[in-house]
Structure formats: structure tokens, C-alpha cells
């Protein structure tokens, strides 16, 4: 039988031509969507969130002759709950955060190795510099708005419960406290979870390593700290973005954990960026590898 060409009504396509600059805001948006879909993961921590910033609001607004454990660095006397309550809160935030690196993070590039994505980005001219930058926005926006939107809220909420104007001007300064730990945070949770996720090709094995390291291996920098000074510690995520918190706000627990290490804000500094930065290079490493032994490639 002779062959037939068939017209199937081809039309070449005329819609809008975006520049290669913004592939990655398509994979960024890509990111925030998929993680939106089913409640039981970014819906979940939303809820979680608010519920800590209802609960820490309340203890400001009720709360306003009640100590807590933390101490003023200055004078050592005890703080009113009004004032101790942003930073207590900003703990509770990350193990919010956690939560979604569980859910997102941790799994978002194993995921696509182990269900070939990344043949299909990069097959379309998607250049691992768009992926790479699309999946850190991502996931630090999903983040951001958990641990750098819910302590400016608090913070607000402190400038609310001001008796005067002048008391209003003098607690100005934790709007800006408030947002560089919020950022330090969202550095930590948003860069190193994505580092495991590069690491290996398996999702569930990612989401352990991540959470191995996170759990096992940050209780025991907090014990050798315990015993050996607070700058190990530091090693330990968590202990890192709160040291630095209290610091930033004037304060330092009178007693339990931390009581007896001082205050190793450099170390604590020193920890988030090199883990920071020692994340982001792991996931372009692994990243630029897939993409030159896929199929296609984009310059």
C-alpha cells in the first residue's frame, strides 16, 4: 500500500515568547503548586503555623505580667511573657519548617530523578542553573512564608499590645529582628534539606538522611556541646538559628538548654552559612551532572 500524509491541521504557535531568563519562575511556580495540592502537606504546616502564632499572640495580649525563662543579657532579671514570647515562638516555626522538609524538601529532587524528570527538563532546553535556582526559590518561598511570616505577625502583635506611643518607638527594632532571623531560618531549612534530596537518587532514602542528620546527629553536636562548649553545638540546626535569635533580641535563657553556653553567635553564624552554602553546592554538583549525562542539554 502506498503511504498517505495526512494534513492534521498544524498551526504554527503564536502565543508569547518568554526569554530563557525565566525558566526558572515556570519551575519555581511549578514547585509552590505541586506542594499546595493535598492538605496533608504545605496546607498542614499553614495550619500549624497559624495555630503558633495564635497561641504566642495570646500569651502577649494576656499574658503581660508573666515571666518566662529567658533573661535579659544586660540586667539577668526575668522577662514579662510579652517580650519573651517572639523568640520562644521562632523555635516552634522551625519545627514547623522541618515538617515541610519532611513533606517537600527532602523528596523534591530525588523525586524527579527517580521518575525521569529530569530528562524531560532538560530535554526542553531547561538549563540547570533555571532548575536549580526554580527549586531554591521554590521551596524558600513555601518556607519563607512560615518562618519569616510568622514571627513579623508576632512581632506586630507586640507593637499592638503597646500601653503608649514612646513604648511603640522603643520596641521598633523587632520588626527588623524579627525578619533577619525569619531569613537565617528560611537559609537553613530551604538550602540543606534539598542537599540530601541531590544526594541520592530515591526519595524515601533522601527523606531518612535528611532526617537522621537533623534528629540523631543534631542531639548529639547538642550533647558534645553540653559538655564540650556551645560552639559545637551550634553544629545542631536548630541550636544555630536560635542562638542567633535570642542574641538578636537582647536575650539568653536564665536556665536549661543553652543556660550554660553563653551566647557563640559566631560559631552559630559560621554553621548556617557553611551549611548554606555547602547545600547549594551539592545540589548544583549533582544537578550539572544529570543534566550532562541526560538527554538533550541546554547551554
Not at 503564536?14 to 496533608?40: D, E, F
Not at 494576656?62 to 533573661?71: Q, T
Not at 539568653?252 to 551549611?275: D, E, F, K, M, Y
Request: hydrophobic share 50%.
Amino acid at each position: 500500500m502506498t503511504g498517505r500524509i495526512h494534513d492534521l491541521g498544524y498551526q504554527r504557535y503564536v502565543g508569547t515568547r518568554r526569554p530563557p531568563s525565566t525558566r526558572w519562575i515556570v519551575i519555581m511556580r511549578h514547585q509552590i503548586a505541586t506542594a499546595w495540592k493535598t492538605w496533608w502537606r504545605y496546607k498542614t504546616a499553614i495550619a500549624l503555623a497559624v495555630i503558633v502564632t495564635f497561641v504566642f499572640g495570646g500569651y502577649m495580649y494576656f499574658s503581660s505580667e508573666a515571666m518566662s525563662r529567658l533573661a535579659t543579657l544586660g540586667g539577668g532579671g526575668l522577662l514579662k511573657w510579652v517580650d519573651a514570647a517572639l523568640p520562644q515562638a521562632i523555635e516552634n516555626y522551625c519545627r514547623v519548617a522541618f515538617y515541610v522538609t519532611l513533606t517537600i524538601g527532602a523528596g523534591a529532587i530525588a523525586g524527579d530523578v527517580q521518575t525521569g524528570a529530569f530528562t524531560f527538563y532538560f530535554a526542553r532546553s531547561v538549563r540547570p542553573r533555571d532548575y536549580v535556582l526554580g527549586k531554591l526559590v521554590g521551596f524558600a518561598t513555601l518556607v519563607g512564608a512560615i518562618t519569616i511570616g510568622g514571627p513579623l505577625v508576632l512581632a506586630l502583635i507586640r507593637l499592638g499590645v503597646c500601653d503608649s506611643w514612646d513604648e511603640v518607638v522603643a520596641h521598633l527594632s523587632i520588626v527588623p529582628e524579627a525578619l533577619a532571623v525569619g531569613v537565617l531560618a528560611t537559609l537553613v531549612y530551604a538550602t540543606v534539606p534539598l542537599a540530601f534530596s541531590a544526594l541520592v537518587p530515591n526519595r524515601r532514602t533522601a527523606l531518612a538522611l535528611w532526617a537522621a542528620y537533623y534528629l540523631v546527629f543534631g542531639a548529639i553536636a547538642q550533647r558534645v556541646g553540653a559538655t564540650s562548649g556551645g560552639e559545637y553545638a551550634m553544629i545542631d540546626l536548630l541550636a544555630a538559628v536560635r542562638t542567633v535569635g535570642y542574641h538578636l533580641f537582647g536575650i539568653a535563657p536564665a536556665r536549661g538548654w543553652g543556660s550554660h553556653w553563653g551566647q557563640p553567635v559566631g560559631a552559630a553564624l559560621v554553621s548556617i552559612g557553611i551549611h548554606s552554602a555547602l547545600a547549594i553546592s551539592i545540589v548544583w554538583w549533582r544537578v550539572t551532572g544529570a543534566q550532562k549525562a541526560g538527554v538533550g542539554g541546554a547551554s
